[in-house]
C-alpha cells in the first residue's frame, strides 16, 4: 500500500537550503542539526511503503513491527520519523513549541537508519532553559507549605519565599534558588565551587561555612579542583562567603607577584615600606623598646628580624617582612591589598576594633570600608589557639555575635569550637602568647582558666587589684608574678610612642610616651595613666587611652 508521504531525506533535503546547521552537546555526544520549518509534500515527493510486519519466520530477526520503505532511496524509516510533525507543542514544556530536528549519525551497521529525527525536548531555542537546572518547566505552587527545596534543603517556616514545582517529577524549588550561579569564587577556599547535583552515591562532607553535615540528596556547590571541600548552596551564597556573580566561562583572577620586597642577596631585601634603604636579615634580635612597622610588636628576642642597614628605626620582623601583597581574608569577599604607609594617621582594624599604626590589608573596592591589621587578617580556620584544646572556627551569620570567654565582651562572627561552647574574639585571639615584663628576668605567658578556685588570689604587680584569672592574665610561673593584660600591653598595644595622629575632626593627637615617676592624670576617667603611653593633644588635655579620648569627643 502507498502513500503520498515525505521521505525524509527529501523532506530533509528540501530544507537544507533555507536552514543552518548549529551544534547541541551533550554528556557523551555531539551533532550537527537543522531546523525542519515545514512538513509540506507534494505529489512529485517520493512515494513511501508501509510494511507491516505481522508475523515472522523461525530464525528471522525483525527491528519494527511498523516502518515505511522509499523505493527511491531503497531505506527504510521509522514510522514516527515519518509521520512527526514539524512543529510539537508538549505538555513537558508548554511555554513554546518544540521543533523537529534532524539528526545526522554515522552508520555502524548496515540496518541502523542514516537519519534520525527527534523533538528539541533538552532545550527550548526560545527560552533558553538552562539544563544544568531542572529540564522541566517549573509552575507556581500557590499554597502555604513546609515541603523542603530540593536544592537547598531548606524548609520556609514562614512562608516568605516562594515555591515552584515540576509536574513531571517530585521536584520542589525556592524562587531564590532557580537561578543559582554554577560557578563562583568563595572567601573560604583557594578554588572555584561548581553547583553541584545531588548524589547518593557520594559520601556526605561537613560545610566549609557552617560546619554541618551536607545532605547528598539536595544540591551543594563542590570545589571545581577536586578538593574535598564543599558547601551548602545558602552557605556559599551568603555576603560574606561569596558575592555571588557567574564565574562559569570567566578566566580566573591571577596575581603573578605578590611579594613587597626585592631579594638582593646574603639576607639583605629591599622593602617597599622603606624603599630608601636597604634592610638586613639579624638573628634573635632583642629590644623591647623598638617596634615593628607592620605589626607593632616589640622585640624580644624570639625570632629574627630585618633592620636597616642605615640606622634607621625601621624593623621587621622576618614573618611580617614576607607579608603578601594580596590577601584573601574568610570574612570579606574581595581580596585585600596591603597598604604600608600609616605615619600620619591610624586606622581602627574591623576585627578586632584596636587603633594601629602598622601596616593595614584594606579592601580597594570603593566604599568598601572592610581594614584589618596584619595579626587578624593572618587568622584562618581551623585556628589553634594555646588557650583552648579544640580547633576553632567561624560557624555563625555576618551579623551574629557571641560573648568572648575570656574578655566577656560580645563581637561578631567570633571564632568558635564546634565541640564545646568556647568563644573566642578576635582581640583576644590576637594577644601575644610571650610578653617581657621590665621587672622579671622571665617572659611572661599568657594563660586563661575556665573554671578556676575560689581560693585562687592573683594580684596584679603593676596597679596592684584582684586579677581574674576567667578573664585571662599574663604570668610567670618561676617569679608568680601576675599582671592584667591591660596593664602589661596597655590599651593602645598597636600605637608607637612618637606617633602624631591627625582625627577625622582635624585634630591633631600625640603618643607619648608614660615613664615619668609622677603619672598624670587622664581627664575622663580621673586616675593615672598607668599605661606605656599616654594621648596629648593640641590643647594640652591628657588620656590615658584613645577609649577615654572618643569618650572626651562625644561629650563635647
Known amino acids: 500500500r502507498s502513500c503520498h508521504l515525505l521521505c525524509p531525506k527529501e523532506r530533509y533535503e528540501k530544507e537544507k537550503e533555507h536552514t543552518k546547521p548549529a551544534k547541541i552537546s551533550g554528556q557523551s555526544f555531539q551533532f550537527n542539526y537543522r531546523i525542519v520549518k515545514t512538513s509540506c509534500f507534494n505529489e512529485n515527493s517520493n512515494n513511501l511503503h508501509s510494511l507491516f510486519h505481522c508475523s515472522k519466520k523461525e530464525g528471522e530477526e525483525i527491528f519494527y513491527d511498523t516502518c515505511y520503505f522509499c523505493s527511491y532511496c531503497n531505506r527504510a524509516y521509522h514510522k514516527e520519523c515519518v509521520e512527526s510533525p514539524s512543529i510539537y507543542h508538549s505538555s513537558d514544556h508548554p511555554k513554546h513549541p518544540l521543533q523537529l530536528l534532524f539528526i545526522k549519525k554515522k552508520k555502524k ?4 537508519l542514516l537519519w534520525s529525527e527527534q523533538y528539541s525536548n533538552s532545550r527550548c531555542f526560545s527560552c533558553q532553559d538552562n539544563p544544568k537546572r531542572h529540564k522541566h518547566t517549573l509552575h507556581y505552587f500557590p499554597r502555604k507549605s513546609t515541603l ?18 515540576c509536574l513531571l517529577c517530585d521536584f520542589f524549588v525556592h524562587k531564590r534558588c532557580i537561578d543559582l550561579p554554577y560557578v563562583i569564587k568563595v572567601s573560604r577556599h583557594n578554588h572555584r565551587l561548581a553547583f553541584t547535583p545531588s ?5 556526605s562532607a561537613d ?6 553535615k551536607i545532605d547528598i540528596n539536595y544540591r551543594e556547590y563542590s570545589c571545581v579542583k577536586g578538593c574535598v571541600y564543599a558547601m551548602h548552596s545558602r ?3 551568603r555576603r560574606d562567603v561569596s558575592d555571588g556573580k557567574e564565574l562559569e566561562g570567566e578566566p580566573e583572577e ?8 626585592e631579594d638582593k642577596g646574603d639576607g639583605v631585601i629591599l622593602h617597599q615600606g622603606h624603599p630608601c634603604h636597604q634592610i638586613k636579615l639579624e638573628k634573635q634580635f632583642h629590644d623591647e623598646n623598638k617596634h615593628c612597622q607592620a605589626c607593632v610588636l616589640p622585640f624580644y628576642g624570639d625570632g629574627n628580624v630585618y633592620c636597616c642597614m642605615q640606622s634607621c628605626d625601621f624593623i621587621l620582623h622576618e614573618s611580617c617582612a614576607y607579608l603578601p601583597r594580596v590577601k584573601q581574608f574568610m570574612l570579606h569577599v574581595h581580596p585585600l591589598i596591603l597598604e604600608l604607609v600609616y605615619t600620619t594617621s591610624c586606622f581602627m582594624c574591623r576585627k578586632c576594633d584596636r587603633n594601629s599604626c602598622g601596616f593595614a590589608y584594606v579592601c580597594p573596592i570603593e566604599r568598601c570600608d572592610w581594614k584589618l591589621d596584619t595579626l587578624c587578617a593572618y587568622i584562618c580556620e581551623p585556628f589553634n589557639h594555646y588557650s583552648h584544646p579544640h580547633p576553632l572556627l567561624i560557624t555563625c551569620g555576618e551579623y551574629t555575635s557571641m560573648w568572648c570567654f ?7 562572627q567570633s571564632l568558635n569550637c564546634v565541640e564545646c561552647s568556647f568563644v573566642l574574639c578576635f582581640r583576644c585571639a590576637t594577644l601575644p602568647h610571650k610578653l617581657r615584663y621590665k621587672h622579671d628576668e622571665h617572659l611572661l605567658v599568657f594563660s586563661y582558666k575556665e573554671h578556676a578556685d575560689d581560693d585562687e588570689l592573683y594580684l596584679c604587680e603593676i596597679c596592684e587589684k584582684d586579677v581574674i584569672p576567667q578573664k585571662g592574665l599574663y604570668a610567670c610561673n618561676e617569679c608568680e608574678v601576675t599582671l592584667h593584660v591591660d596593664c602589661l600591653l596597655g590599651r593602645d598595644p598597636y600605637m608607637k610612642s612618637g606617633q602624631t595622629v591627625v582625627t577625622f575632626g582635624k585634630e591633631t593627637i600625640h603618643y607619648l610616651p608614660n615613664t615619668h615617676p609622677t603619672r598624670p592624670i587622664c581627664k575622663i576617667c580621673g586616675r593615672h595613666c598607668p599605661y606605656k603611653i599616654k594621648i596629648k593633644t593640641s590643647n594640652g588635655d591628657l588620656f590615658c587611652s584613645y577609649t577615654c579620648y572618643q569618650e572626651h569627643l562625644y561629650n563635647l
Open 235 to 237: 552557605c556559599a551564597l
Open 207 to 212: 560545610c566549609g561555612v557552617c560546619y554541618q
Open 109 to 112: 551497521n548496515p540496518l541502523q
Open 199 to 203: 548524589n547518593l552515591f557520594k559520601e
Open 254 to 261: 591571577t596575581y603573578e607577584n605578590t611579594k613587597i620586597f
Open 148 to 165: 523542603a527545596c530540593d536544592v537547598c534543603g531548606l524548609v520556609d517556616d514562614d512562608y516568605s519565599h516562594l515555591l515552584y514545582t
Open 406 to 412: 575570656i574578655c566577656r565582651y560580645r563581637q561578631e
